[in-house]
């Protein structure tokens, strides 16, 4: 049994990552924990539902631990087999700190986000604080966050990385994705 509040906490959660213990029937782990979340009503993405990204549903990220110990690679190539169609699986081991790179790789890809930086004219972009946005943000959505006179003074803005051509012009529907650059004309 877990505590109510527990549910609440995964209601606002980005994703959920199951952590599996390889040393003990993972297979079995793995259902009872999706079937406790689907106890709970809360709807979790299924990658051979789509690809559509709905952000009323939580991507669900299968973290299998103890991937160092004898015979875990077996368990964890059943597991695979088993949910890697359905859900991202990945053989960690916390111990020899393995497996870390491809976890957070796969958790930043099921988050639905994109890092955005921005550029002032005449000046190199500022790498190091990229703005956090919601997949399927647009040049408006990225003003908004940096400063309100921004949406009220806008006449468009360029943008490098996605766009077709650098420094294209684009308008403020534009939606930007991962590692955009945008430079705003005001």
């Known amino acids: 049994s877990t505590d109510g509040w527990v549910s609440g906490i995964l209601r606002i959660a980005d994703v959920l990552i199951f952590v599996i213990d390889l040393s003990e029937d993972p297979e079995t782990q793995s259902e009872l924990l999706i079937e406790r ?6 709807p979790i993405i299924r990658k051979d539902e789509g690809t559509e990204k709905d952000f009323t549903y939580k991507p669900v990220i299968l973290a299998a631990n103890k991937s160092d110990l004898p015979g875990a690679e077996e368990r964890l190539k059943g597991l695979k087999q088993k949910y890697g169609a359905v859900y991202p699986v990945v053989g960690i081991s916390t111990i020899r700190k393995r497996g870390f790179e491809e976890l957070k790789r796969v958790v930043f890809e099921n988050s639905c986000i994109i ?3 921005s550029k002032e004219p005449g000046k190199k972009p500022d790498m190091d604080t990229p703005f956090t946005l919601p997949l399927g943000s647009d040049v408006l959505d990225l003003a908004e966050l940096i400063h309100k006179d921004f ?3 806008f006449k468009y803005a360029c943008i490098w990385c996605s766009a077709k051509f650098s420094c294209q012009k684009v308008q403020k529907d534009y939606i930007l994705h991962d590692r955009d650059i945008v430079e705003y004309h005001l």
Not at 37 to 42: A, D, L
């Open 115 to 117: 890092r955005v930086y």
């Open 37 to 42: 979340i689907t106890g709970w009503r809360i």
């Open 151 to 153: 949406i009220k003074n």
